[in-house]
């Protein structure tokens, strides 16, 4: 089940396809274009906008219109690759199922019954539904669910009116589990997106992260560069992932018992007084934090984990002896099984341990900040009770990306008003009141993306390819154009798209026209003032990348928290009436004949976003259910074999799921990938293509830090033959 390093890294297959990361691989891409496009007359700077990652691209014109798309060799971080979904994005261009001009619903919300409206009586009646809501009833009766690149200038509006009820599941589910962790601990949240602190590291601990799987290109780079040099790889997961195939440690953990490893491995730091002894006088709570993982020894982890004695000693003991130079990856999707932030905590606290923490370079967290739990779930029930009258679906598909998708279905049925504005016409747009065509991210220009690169930030935006298609417009002069309907148009002061962007550019010294004949990237090294690297003035204010506890004592630098130290007790969780250190809760266990079903990412698509791209389904064109290979053989199952699934609810999948027989995953849990099963007719590609996860996601706990329900606490079962019909 090892494959050797160097054929990993001689082939780019992470995932086990071809395709994943490097620019000559998406062959079916490369000879459509190959075969029509003729010499390439016009290369245009962009930056994708299928995924969080942004990676920045160039769009090769062909002489006769064709284009293909490639990395941007200008990007350090990205090195000019690009992932197979940025390669195949050019068929949004020309793809006969995406949304073409504005509709209004004429029959039952779920039908996809619409007429043909004008973009004025389209704005209009939006408009008009906020300034009437807004004024009677306040913002906190609207609600925006959101969740793409183009979400920005919405967002600025929905927060112009003071909104309280703007829900982006990628957010919350990543993100703000990630700012709480981290933020109480450091006072400051590192991007998994590029970690700077990962170019010198010995040692890299992946928790639940599935790198290759979801295919983020400049993290993808790093770690690649990384098992390159040889450095020491730990693995914890219940799947033998991708990453875990290139492990020198891999931990099969029992799903949920994350926490209790990671107290385990602070009580053994602790009791063997292997912490760096220059951290005691900067940190808070170190007494007690030893008092709360003081029972997690390493019999009793071993037992709660399911993982050997001397597997959990020698992956502690191979992060101690990197020391400073050990990187435990942040991780994106975070929402598991409840309790989701003391597991974050108690991993940026065991980085704190180690002496290795996220550079100063970022993002700080705000204590000072009003923080209210943003639930979808109350959100839903809001939508459905007529408490919001208006609600917009923007560049999001809550129908996938949140559990319940039966209820949402229920509540958009009973809402007020719905409006909806996608490039594509998925689930969600069926039960909304108007629809608008967005302009695809190679049609339009979004906000300024900056990365912060260790030495240097890069700013970038991108340039339209082509003229937006049909009756599509780009999301600025779309949101310009409600704000002025509803009232509120000073929150766009700006003419046009490159008004802003020209503006924004302009306090940076630079403009749209320089960033544009830099291909699309400009680079500024941080300027070094009294020993640390700082951001020109003109920039975001940032401080130097500090890593070694040595260095803050020579520094004198405090951390960005209430104490000015690391905060193993937070006084600040503790005022809010949560739990000042990291605390863990056993998992729900599954019911007699049920197994935890475990989701992850497809390297060939972007969830739901990417499901109609007929390139892409022919590499993967549904997912299946991975199964251990030794209960498989207890059930008499088959590999290739079809089963449906029934949740302890009694939900059911819509169709059958083929079951990968593997001895790559435990006996108690199956997986399987999250982004298919789409129920939108109007996608005829991606039409009932696999089973969703989302929809046998009836129960999860909620995290009480963070507000968020943890998805992994679904159980399921397989019916066969006639049960299964």
């Not at 016009?42 to 920045?56: M, N």
């Not at 793809?95 to 004429?106: A, G, W």
């Not at 993982?307 to 101690?320: F, G, H, L, W």
């Not at 250190?581 to 056993?586: A, K, L």
Request: charged content about 20%; proline content about 6%.
């Amino acid at each position: 089940m090892k494959c050797s390093r160097r054929t990993l890294l001689k082939t780019g297959a992470l995932s086990g396809l071809s395709l994943a990361c490097f620019p000559n691989n998406a062959s079916v891409a490369k000879a459509a274009y190959q075969t029509h496009a003729g010499k390439i007359v016009e290369k245009i700077p962009t930056i994708c906008g299928l995924c969080k990652a942004s990676c920045p691209m160039l769009a090769l014109k062909g002489k006769y219109g064709y284009v293909r798309l490639t990395g941007n060799p200008r990007s350090p971080i990205h090195a000019g690759t690009l992932c197979a979904r940025g390669m195949a994005a050019v068929q949004l261009l020309d793809d006969p199922d995406r949304l073409k001009y504005p509709l209004k619903r004429v029959g039952p919300r779920g039908q996809g019954a619409w007429k043909r409206i004008t973009w004025d009586e389209a704005v209009a009646e939006i408009a008009g539904q906020i300034k009437k809501a807004h004024a009677a009833f306040g913002p906190e009766s609207l609600a925006l669910l959101c969740g793409s690149s183009s979400t920005a200038f919405i967002r600025k509006f929905y927060e112009g009116i003071s909104c309280p009820h703007i829900y982006d599941s990628s957010q919350m589910h990543s993100a703000a589990i990630r700012e709480l962790g981290y933020g109480t601990v450091f006072g400051q949240v590192p991007d998994p997106a590029f970690l700077p602190e990962l170019e010198r590291a010995d040692c890299l601990v992946l928790m639940g992260c599935h790198i290759g799987e979801n295919n983020q290109v400049s993290q993808l780079k790093q770690v690649c560069d990384f098992l390159n040099r040889g450095s020491e790889l730990v693995v914890v997961d219940p799947r033998f992932s991708a990453m875990a195939a290139k492990a020198d440690h891999y931990l099969a953990i029992r799903p949920g018992t994350d926490t209790a490893l990671i107290l385990g491995w602070i009580h053994y730091i602790l009791a063997q007084g292997l912490y760096d002894p220059l951290l005691g006088d900067q940190v808070v709570g170190l007494e007690e934090l030893r008092e709360a993982v003081s029972t997690y020894t390493l019999d009793r982890t071993a037992e709660l984990t399911n993982i050997p004695v001397d597997s959990i000693r020698r992956a502690v003991q191979t992060m101690v002896d990197a020391g400073p130079r050990t990187v435990i990856m942040p991780g994106s999707h975070l929402s598991w099984y409840g309790a989701d932030v003391d597991r974050v905590r108690a991993q940026a606290i065991l980085s704190a341990l180690l002496g290795s923490w996220p550079s100063r370079s970022m993002q700080k967290f705000d204590f000072a900040a009003q923080r209210k739990s943003l639930s979808f779930a109350d959100i839903i029930n809001q939508i459905g009770t007529k408490k919001i009258k208006v609600t917009a679906i923007w560049g999001q598909n809550p129908l996938q990306s949140e559990m319940a998708p039966y209820k949402t279905i229920t509540a958009l049925k009973d809402a007020e008003f719905v409006f909806a504005c996608d490039v594509l016409p998925s689930e969600s747009t069926l039960y909304a009141d108007i629809i608008l065509p967005e302009a695809s991210f190679l049609e339009r220009m979004d906000d300024l993306h900056t990365w912060d690169i260790g030495a240097q930030t890069m700013t970038g935006c991108c340039f339209p390819v082509v003229e937006p298609g049909h009756e599509c417009r780009d999301p600025y002069q779309i949101v310009k154009d409600i704000a002025e309907g509803s009232g509120q148009g000073k929150l766009f002061p700006a003419k046009r798209i490159h008004n802003y962007l020209d503006d924004a550019l302009t306090k940076q010294g630079s403009s749209l026209d320089s960033l544009k004949k830099a291909r699309g990237l400009l680079l500024k090294n941080k300027e070094k003032r009294g020993g640390e690297l700082q951001e020109p003035a003109r920039l975001e204010d940032t401080g130097e990348s500090i890593s070694f506890a040595a260095d803050i004592a020579e520094t004198g630098m405090d951390f960005p928290t209430p104490s000015g130290k690391i905060e193993f007790h937070s006084a600040w969780l503790a005022h809010n009436g949560f739990s000042p250190v990291p605390v863990y809760e056993p998992p729900a266990t599954a019911p007699d004949g049920f197994l935890r079903l475990l989701y992850g990412r497809c390297p060939a698509h972007s969830q739901t976003r990417t499901a109609g791209f007929t390139w892409l389904n022919h590499e993967v064109p549904e997912n299946v259910l991975w199964l251990a290979e030794s209960l498989a053989g207890q059930l008499g199952i088959t590999d290739g074999e079809e089963v449906r699934l029934e949740n302890r609810d009694g939900f059911r999948s819509l169709k059958r799921i083929k079951v990968k027989v593997t001895p790559g995953i435990r006996e108690d849990c199956c997986y399987m990938t999250h982004g298919f099963g789409n129920r939108s007719p109007f996608i005829r590609d991606a039409y009932l293509r696999g089973v969703s996860d989302s929809a046998l996601m009836s129960r999860g706990k909620v995290d009480v830090v963070s507000g968020t329900r943890g998805m992994r606490d679904t159980f399921v079962r397989l019916l066969r033959g006639g049960n299964g019909s």
